[in-house]
């Protein structure tokens, strides 16, 4: 150890000193000289001289964290939907444009460089990515706070369409390594699963284990326009021991590596097919795996500058993303009271006070639990204490509630009807200071439906946070035309608080305001053909109206209420050919789970109505079917931008949130929507006639259900909607297969339209007529559209984490002097 200061160079970020820079990494970093670099040489260099200029504020900022005693806040999720680093960095240190030229001097083109880089894509979805836009508002907000996750080396599938249908590939993003990271071996801790509990004394010990290490990887989350960063810490599994010696000196090398690779397989890959027995219980392993790690970790950060676990509850805050974290609940009490000799209550007080978590969804079937047979064997010591928390807490409510046996067995931590199994969304509200929704109709549904019981007791404990999406990424980075016409107008300084945005109401009937916003648009729309005309092969008039609906396929999104629409109107375009057709590109991007056969049957749906659709001379341009594969961060940040209608079409009181509807509304698109999740914020911020609503309300869908819902009959009293399905269960679409789709015909017909596609279906097709009409007036669709990105306001994550801070976690910024 020493404490002699470092001395180093300061960095300034002139185009010279830029060019220098990446000169120098190209040299000293990379090993390679301008002749022999490859294209992934050039971006990998001038990664380092962007995540050079990041250390200074990033040690600056864990220097003052320490020295301000700050309260930190530990945000747990099994994913992280970062994407790509590169622009994102260079927007945030302010020197986006004198790296493109530093570059250019050097003969490369950045654009080329920033689409080589591959999406960090370790997450699934809305949850992932709602975690990575929550790090860059937690940084920009200089929220001291910490991303925990594992450090998946595949990440999310990549899909590809063949035949028009979904094809995983493995996705393995750090093949050319990852110039973002810092690999810390030093800071690792061992893992321990399996085993047996015996009792010494007072104490319990957990013994037998076999073991893994978790080792950190650090990534710097820089803050918008300030000094403050913050770290995205991801856990990586390594056996204890590099390899069996006994079995290699017995010559068995195969058995020698396996033992290895088996103990290593925790942090191989997101998401593991859980429609089977092992792959659920990799996902468990998966699960404690990186909240052990994460509690070992903070553990030992709090040790550093406190003597006593006395003030541990105010300098700590976790946060649970979902329930996949909430074996950190046990195992902190496993640490404190096993290892660190807190008294069973102590203990308890402070995880209580610590512990706070997120809802993301009301669907039954979506509600994680975990088999106790399972649990018993991987866990055994986590499972006792559980079982503890749930006498004690049975105990309590039994009390209260004078002995209600059917009240009891229903909130119990254990699901004790047929096999047994541990409700991991109870165990998080028994032991969380807060538990919240993620729009304002899911935090009350939560509370009247899922978790009533649990709202009656503890009435104080549930609150609502709206979601939120960076402003940054979204807006700044995604769509370069329309944020430099925002500058033009109102400066720049909405990237720091969106609700600057209101002012470009005043612009709303300026006539030059409305072209060069509708220009803006264009850009976009002419970017994304221009990269989609590789894949589809297709023309695509720019000028018609791009209609998109992203998001993972998933029958409660409802892309088959979204193609029937397309169906019912390719055969009204073909009985009248001559009507005034407003021209429509249809656009569909998304990944289906891979064990999820529905959802891959509608992917294959949409591919086969494309065929037909876009090769039919009769239709031309007036309308267009696509499906762009591998839907993920960067094909987002390309597709929404281009967007004219945004499709939210949940069936009202299934989506939770949706964030993608914030995304595409940012970005000047009108919303076609149900009264489901943010859609009713979103309704109420940019005024309803600025937005399509129609279909079942959450009560509506209700009623409906209770009083009898009969989609047959749906089928027989609308002609067109029924020739659509008629259609699509006779082979018209799939004249090779003519079956191929019938089970789609009766999920929707016959067995119970579960999702009240059929029952929504007239009233969206209004709706879409009412789009028709409005998109013709250029002048007032374009007026619609500036009023949706004026209304965005509350819709940054800023907001969203400024409420987390405020009134979950008790935190407050840094002070940076
Ligand atoms: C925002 C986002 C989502 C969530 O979209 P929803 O429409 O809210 O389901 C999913 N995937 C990616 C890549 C996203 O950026």
Same mark, same amino acid.
């Given at each position: 150890?020493?404490?002699?200061?470092?001395?180093?160079?300061?960095?300034?970020?002139?185009?010279?000193?830029?060019?220098?820079?990446?000169?120098?990494?190209?040299?000293?970093?990379?090993?390679?000289?301008?002749?022999?670099?490859?294209?992934?040489?050039?971006?990998?260099?001038?990664?380092?001289?962007?995540?050079?200029?990041?250390?200074?504020?990033?040690?600056?900022?864990?220097?003052?964290?320490? @020295?301000?005693?700050?309260?930190?806040?530990?945000?747990?999720?099994?994913?992280?939907?970062?994407?790509?680093?590169?622009?994102?960095?260079?927007?945030?240190?302010?020197?986006?444009?004198?790296?493109?030229?530093?570059?250019?001097?050097?003969?490369?083109?950045?654009?080329?460089?920033?689409?080589?880089?591959?999406?960090?894509?370790?997450?699934?979805?809305?949850?992932?990515?709602?975690?990575?836009?929550?790090?860059?508002?937690?940084?920009?907000?200089?929220?001291?706070?910490?991303?925990?996750?594992?450090?998946?080396?595949?990440?999310?599938?990549?899909?590809?369409?063949?035949?028009?249908?979904?094809?995983? +590939?493995?996705?393995?993003?750090?093949?050319?390594?990852?110039?973002?990271?810092?690999?810390?071996? =030093?800071?690792?801790?061992?893992?321990?699963?399996?085993?047996?509990?015996?009792?010494?004394?007072?104490?319990?010990?957990?013994?037998?284990?076999?073991?893994?290490?978790?080792?950190?990887?650090?990534?710097?989350?820089?803050?918008?326009?300030?000094?403050?960063?913050?770290?995205?810490?991801?856990?990586?599994?390594?056996?204890?021991?590099?390899?069996?010696?006994?079995?290699?000196?017995?010559?068995?090398?195969?058995?020698?590596?396996?033992?290895?690779?088996?103990?290593?397989?925790?942090?191989?890959?997101?998401?593991?097919?859980?429609?089977?027995?092992?792959?659920?219980?990799?996902?468990?392993?998966?699960?404690?795996?990186?909240?052990?790690?994460?509690?070992?970790?903070?553990?030992?950060?709090?040790?550093?500058?406190?003597?006593? $676990?006395?003030?541990?509850?105010?300098?700590?805050?976790?946060?649970?993303?979902?329930?996949?974290?909430?074996? %950190?609940?046990?195992?902190?009490?496993?640490?404190?009271?096993?290892?660190?000799?807190?008294?069973?209550?102590?203990?308890?007080?402070?995880?209580?006070?610590?512990?706070?978590?997120?809802?993301?969804?009301?669907?039954?079937?979506?509600?994680?639990?975990?088999?106790?047979?399972?649990?018993?064997?991987?866990?055994?010591?986590?499972?006792?204490?559980?079982?503890?928390?749930?006498?004690?807490?049975?105990?309590?409510?039994?009390?209260?509630?004078?002995?209600?046996? =059917?009240?009891?067995?229903?909130?119990?931590?254990?699901?004790?009807?047929?096999?047994?199994?541990?409700?991991?969304?109870?165990?998080?509200?028994?032991?969380?200071?807060? #538990?919240?929704?993620?729009?304002?109709?899911?935090?009350?549904?939560?509370?009247?439906?899922?978790?009533?019981?649990?709202?009656?007791?503890?009435?104080?404990?549930?609150?609502?946070?709206?979601?939120?999406?960076?402003?940054?990424?979204?807006?700044?980075? %995604?769509?370069?035309?329309?944020?430099?016409?925002?500058?033009?107008?109102?400066?720049?300084?909405?990237?720091?608080?969106?609700? @600057?945005?209101?002012?470009?109401?005043?612009?709303?009937?300026?006539?030059?305001?409305?072209?060069?916003?509708?220009?803006?648009?264009?850009?976009?729309?002419?970017?994304?053909?221009?990269?989609?005309?590789?894949?589809?092969?297709?023309?695509?008039?720019?000028?018609?109206?791009?209609?998109?609906?992203?998001?993972?396929?998933?029958?409660?999104?409802?892309?088959?209420?979204?193609?029937?629409?397309?169906?019912?109107?390719?055969?009204?375009?073909?009985?009248?050919?001559?009507?005034?057709?407003?021209?429509?590109?249809?656009? $569909?991007?998304?990944?289906?789970?891979?064990?999820?056969?529905? +959802?891959?049957?509608?992917?294959?749906?949409?591919?086969?109505?494309?065929?037909?659709?876009?090769?039919?001379?009769? #239709?031309?341009?007036?309308?267009?079917?696509?499906?762009?594969?591998?839907?993920?961060?960067?094909?987002?940040?390309?597709?929404?931008?281009?967007?004219?209608?945004?499709?939210?079409?949940?069936? %009202?009181?299934?989506?939770?949130?949706?964030?993608?509807?914030?995304?595409?509304?940012?970005?000047?698109?009108?919303?076609?929507?149900?009264?489901?999740? &943010?859609?009713?914020?979103?309704?109420?911020?940019?005024?309803?006639?600025?937005?399509?609503?129609?279909?079942?309300?959450?009560?509506?869908?209700?009623?409906?259900?209770?009083?009898?819902?009969?989609?047959?009959?749906?089928?027989?009293?609308? &002609? @067109?909607?029924?020739? +659509?399905?008629?259609?699509?269960?006779?082979?018209?679409?799939?004249?090779?297969?003519?079956?191929?789709?019938?089970?789609?015909?009766?999920?929707?017909?016959?067995?119970?339209?579960?999702?009240?596609?059929?029952?929504? $279906?007239?009233?969206?097709?209004? %709706?879409?007529?009412?789009?028709? +009409?409005?998109?013709?007036?250029?002048?007032?669709?374009?007026?619609?559209?500036?009023?949706?990105?004026?209304?965005?306001?509350?819709?940054?994550?800023?907001?969203?984490?400024?409420?987390?801070?405020?009134?979950?976690?008790?935190?407050?910024?840094?002070?940076?002097?």
């Amino acid at each position: 150890m020493t404490t002699v200061d470092l001395e180093f160079d300061q960095l300034n970020s002139t185009v010279d000193a830029l060019r220098r820079s990446i000169s120098n990494r190209m040299m000293y970093g990379v090993g390679k000289d301008a002749v022999t670099a490859h294209p992934h040489d050039w971006l990998h260099a001038a990664a380092l001289a962007v995540r050079d200029r990041l250390v200074a504020r990033w040690m600056k900022t864990t220097r003052l964290q320490y @020295e301000q005693d700050v309260k930190r806040v530990y945000y747990l999720s099994m994913e992280f939907l970062i994407g790509r680093t590169f622009t994102n960095a260079l927007l945030a240190l302010g020197i986006h444009d004198q790296m493109r030229d530093a570059l250019a001097s050097l003969g490369v083109d950045m654009q080329a460089l920033t689409d080589i880089e591959p999406d960090a894509a370790l997450g699934n979805g809305g949850l992932g990515r709602l975690a990575a836009c929550f790090l860059d508002s937690m940084a920009t907000l200089g929220i001291p706070g910490f991303g925990y996750g594992i450090r998946y080396e595949y990440g999310m599938f990549r899909q590809e369409i063949i035949n028009g249908e979904q094809v995983e +590939a493995p996705d393995y993003w750090l093949r050319a390594g990852n110039p973002w990271e810092f690999p810390r071996p =030093e800071i690792k801790y061992m893992v321990h699963f399996g085993g047996r509990t015996v009792q010494r004394g007072e104490q319990v010990e957990w013994i037998d284990t076999e073991h893994v290490n978790a080792t950190a990887y650090d990534t710097v989350i820089p803050g918008y326009a300030t000094d403050a960063t913050n770290t995205l810490r991801l856990w990586s599994a390594r056996a204890t021991d590099e390899l069996d010696l006994g079995a290699f000196n017995r010559g068995d090398y195969r058995n020698a590596v396996d033992t290895k690779n088996m103990s290593e397989n925790v942090s191989r890959l997101l998401y593991p097919d859980d429609s089977t027995q092992a792959g659920r219980e990799l996902r468990l392993r998966q699960e404690y795996f990186f909240v052990s790690a994460t509690m070992q970790d903070l553990i030992r950060r709090y040790q550093r500058t406190h003597s006593t $676990f006395g003030r541990f509850s105010e300098k700590v805050a976790v946060h649970l993303n979902d329930t996949h974290p909430v074996l %950190a609940i046990p195992e902190l009490m496993r640490l404190l009271v096993d290892i660190h000799n807190l008294s069973w209550d102590k203990a308890w007080k402070h995880v209580t006070q610590i512990f706070s978590y997120t809802n993301h969804t009301l669907m039954p079937e979506a509600l994680e639990t975990w088999d106790v047979e399972m649990l018993a064997r991987l866990l055994p010591r986590h499972l006792e204490i559980i079982f503890e928390i749930n006498a004690q807490f049975l105990k309590h409510v039994s009390e209260q509630s004078g002995h209600d046996a =059917e009240m009891i067995r229903r909130i119990s931590l254990v699901d004790e009807y047929g096999q047994r199994r541990v409700r991991m969304a109870h165990l998080a509200i028994v032991a969380s200071d807060k #538990v919240n929704g993620v729009s304002k109709l899911h935090s009350q549904l939560m509370t009247r439906d899922i978790f009533a019981d649990f709202a009656q007791l503890y009435p104080d404990r549930f609150t609502n946070v709206t979601n939120g999406i960076t402003p940054r990424r979204w807006l700044a980075q %995604a769509s370069p035309s329309m944020s430099s016409l925002i500058d033009q107008h109102i400066g720049s300084h909405w990237r720091s608080n969106l609700f @600057e945005l209101e002012q470009l109401r005043n612009l709303r009937t300026d006539s030059g305001f409305i072209d060069a916003f509708r220009e803006a648009k264009r850009q976009s729309k002419l970017r994304l053909v221009h990269r989609l005309a590789h894949h589809t092969k297709l023309p695509f008039n720019p000028d018609a109206l791009f209609d998109m609906q992203v998001k993972r396929i998933h029958e409660y999104k409802r892309q088959l209420l979204n193609l029937l629409h397309v169906i019912v109107r390719y055969n009204q375009i073909r009985a009248n050919p001559e009507h005034d057709w407003v021209p429509r590109v249809v656009m $569909f991007a998304g990944k289906a789970a891979s064990a999820y056969r529905m +959802a891959k049957t509608i992917i294959k749906l949409i591919g086969d109505v494309g065929q037909k659709v876009n090769h039919d001379p009769l #239709v031309g341009d007036r309308l267009k079917v696509v499906f762009v594969p591998n839907y993920g961060v960067s094909v987002a940040e390309l597709m929404i931008p281009a967007a004219d209608l945004s499709e939210q079409i949940s069936m %009202a009181g299934t989506e939770a949130s949706g964030t993608g509807n914030m995304k595409l509304a940012l970005n000047g698109a009108l919303t076609i929507g149900t009264m489901d999740g &943010a859609n009713i914020e979103i309704c109420d911020a940019v005024g309803r006639e600025n937005i399509f609503i129609f279909g079942h309300s959450a009560d509506e869908v209700d009623d409906l259900r209770a009083s009898g819902y009969r989609p047959r009959q749906v089928y027989e009293e609308n &002609a @067109e909607l029924r020739m +659509a399905l008629d259609q699509i269960r006779t082979g018209f679409f799939s004249p090779d297969d003519p079956l191929r789709f019938s089970d789609i015909f009766h999920t929707l017909v016959d067995w119970g339209d579960h999702y009240m596609v059929l029952a929504d $279906f007239a009233a969206f097709a209004k %709706a879409q007529a009412e789009v028709d +009409a409005r998109f013709v007036d250029k002048r007032a669709w374009t007026e619609s559209a500036i009023e949706n990105v004026a209304g965005m306001g509350q819709f940054s994550s800023d907001r969203t984490i400024g409420e987390y801070a405020r009134n979950i976690w008790h935190v407050s910024s840094l002070n940076l002097e």
